[in-house]
């Protein structure tokens, strides 16, 4: 639904969806990343960075949780 409203130049309509599924799932990093660009376009630019800082923790900790792709033998 966000995607729609961002297509049909809706950028207020697609911040509250995509509040709205961060609010029910905080750790969907792609709902991050789409509220970020979002709020560019709403020249929210606070709130696109912080939303920026955290997909970049909520990176980083995935990365710290996955095993090293080349184990020392």
Known sequence: MARLARAEGNQQEAASFLEE??????????AHVLLAQTYIKLKRVQDAARERA??????????????????ER
Do not use: F, G, H, S
Request: glycine letters at 0%.
């Open 21 to 30: 599924v961060i609010a029910a799932k905080p750790d969907y990093t792609p």
């Open 54 to 71: 955290l997909v970049k923790k909520m990176n980083a900790d995935e990365q710290r949780r996955m095993p090293a792709q080349n184990p």
